[in-house]
């Protein structure tokens, strides 16, 4: 049986998360899909969430093609998979040849894990939406 493991913070939840979600399920037979959680994201990318880890993890729960959500609190992806034992791991092709990339390729080939690299969808991100937001919020966009 091939057990997927797809991670993101899925905060603002666009259509780059519904398609690493979709072709990851198109991959495995059981797709479990994780939620960083707040603290963790606050921890080691720096930055808030808008939306809370369990509203987040609700959302992703209800999509038709998500077996299982596991919240992540810990940054490890190995202690991750230690809990899970998934033989599959999805990501955006923006980490393949990176050395972060690299780096979870070794490690994950220890154990027998697969990497799988999706096209990142360049075109929309939380960040973006983020930088959008911000710009409706502005004191200067308000008065104009």
Not at 20 to 48: P, Q
Not at 52 to 65: D, K, L, Q, W
Not at 125 to 142: D, Y
Request: aromatic share 10%; glycine share 6%.
């Amino acid at each position: 049986m091939r057990i997927g493991y797809a991670a993101g913070a899925f905060d603002l939840f666009h259509i780059g998360h519904l398609n690493l979600l979709r072709h990851a399920s198109k991959e495995c037979d059981y797709l479990i899909a994780g939620v960083v959680s707040d603290e963790m994201l606050l921890e080691v990318k720096g930055c808030e969430t808008i939306i809370p880890t369990g509203e987040r993890a609700e959302i992703v729960r209800h999509i038709s093609f998500v077996d299982e959500v596991y919240v992540e609190r810990v940054p490890d992806k190995l202690e991750v998979w230690k809990d899970l034992r998934f033989t599959h791991f999805f990501k955006g092709d923006d980490w393949r040849g990176t050395a972060k990339g690299a780096a979870l390729e070794d490690r994950f080939a220890a154990v027998g894990v697969k990497i799988v690299y999706f096209p990142y969808t360049a075109h929309t991100s939380s960040t973006a939406l983020r930088r959008a937001i911000s710009a409706l919020e502005s004191p200067a966009t308000r008065r104009a």
